[in-house]
């Protein structure tokens, strides 16, 4: 960059030190001169070589002065040339000089069409990978919470599962704890019918032999008369109301036991439904939130593998940016100094052409 701007200081004078070649050229020392020189009245053989010598020392000079400031050959050659009184070459050097000028111009346009066309294209780059990378961010985070949602269901359907087995686990154990129970209910309620059951066969069994007993007694006995006999069946009586009574009373704890029994059996029936419908619902809602696991760890897993792409996207953008930075810092090196400075540039290219073509019209003889 520092040779570059030396370049182009080194050029800005050049083209200053040909306004001052001009300006020799033009003087009223110099129109004076030229104008007695093309006087046609003076107009003579010697006259036109005074004169010729005159401008090529004058020129030569001029041009051995820029050549040396500049260190510029070709100005130093043109005014050995000049010395040499070698016109020809001089202007064959200055329309080179003309050319090569009108070629700077014309690269320099083009750069600077260049640098709006790469500054433009870096901008509307960066605009548009800056929007990527914002869309991208959004989606990231949307992405992001919908994978913490996710985890948090997870966590709730685990414990949810968790808690419904335990539940399972505690009704099994009182379905258990319920079913030895009435199995003890049972059994005790059998085992009183079986018990009570003999008893009132042993008491029925003795009074329906004590009453066997007491006809036969009567059937032997009962055409003697001892006096007055207590009322007929008075004894057996009495003995029959008692036993009546005790094995009506054994006869209703049998009752009682066996309705006990059935009420403890279709107790038990009822319990073990219950506890049936109990676990199938239960399984099923453990079914259906291991399903939703499934489901949402396959979800979780599709985002999870996205957010990997993003990322990757993202690190992709932003080195992309950075490049574009980058990019955009170069150009303006490259291109800050030309588009400031173009419009002056260009005009002081122009004023270089006119000038070597006023330079180039006096040695060809016009009027200044």
């Known amino acids: 960059m520092s040779n570059g701007r030396n370049g182009k200081k080194t050029r800005t004078e050049e083209i200053k030190a040909v306004d001052v070649a001009i300006g020799i050229l033009t003087t009223d020392e110099a129109r004076e001169l ?27 000079k001029v041009l051995v002065t820029m050549g040396q400031k500049f260190k510029n050959p070709a100005m ?53 990978t800056e929007r990527d ?42 379905r258990d704890a319920a079913n030895a129970d009435f199995m003890a209910t049972v059994a005790d309620q059998q085992a009183t019918q079986k018990l009570v059951g003999k008893a009132l066969a042993a008491l029925k069994a003795f009074y329906d032999k004590k009453a066997m007993l007491l006809l036969a007694k009567k059937h032997q006995h009962g055409e003697k008369k001892q006096g007055p006999p207590p009322p007929p069946g008075f004894d057996a009586y009495e003995k029959s109301q008692a036993g009546a009574g005790v094995m009506a009373m054994l006869q209703q704890i049998i009752t009682d036991a066996g309705l006990l029994e059935k ?23 453990i079914d259906e939130k ?41 150009l303006h090196k490259e291109c800050d100094f030309i588009l400031k400075n173009f419009e002056e540039r260009q005009a002081a ?6 000038a070597l073509g006023q330079v180039k019209a006096i040695l060809s003889g016009a009027k200044p």
Request: net charge negative.
């Open 34 to 60: 030229f104008s007695k020189t093309f006087n046609p009245a003076f107009l003579q053989k010697s006259s036109k070589v005074v004169f010729s010598k005159v401008r090529a020392k004058e020129a030569a």
């Open 76 to 128: 130093v050659e043109m005014a050995t040339a000049l010395r040499l009184n070698s016109f020809t070459r001089v202007k064959k050097a200055i329309d080179d000089m003309v050319a090569e000028l009108k070629k700077e111009k014309k690269d320099e346009i083009d750069h600077r069409d260049m640098c709006i066309k790469d500054l433009n294209t870096n901008e509307l780059t960066t605009e548009q």
């Open 133 to 174: 990378k914002a869309d991208k961010e959004t989606t990231l985070e949307d992405v992001t919470a919908t994978i913490k949602s996710l985890s948090d269901e997870i966590a709730t359907l685990t414990a949810e599962i968790k808690e419904l087995n335990a539940q399972l686990e505690q009704a099994a154990k009182d």
């Open 263 to 285: 009420e403890a059996i279709k107790d038990e029936q009822n319990a073990i439904k219950a506890y049936q419908e109990f676990q199938a619902e239960t399984n099923n809602s």
């Open 290 to 330: 291991n399903l939703g696991i499934t489901n949402k760890n396959e979800d979780k897993a599709k985002l999870e593998e996205k957010k990997v792409q993003l990322d990757e996207s993202l690190a992709q953008l932003n080195t992309e940016l950075q490049g574009l930075n980058d990019e955009s810092g170069d």
């Open 349 to 354: 290219r122009d004023q270089e052409i006119d």
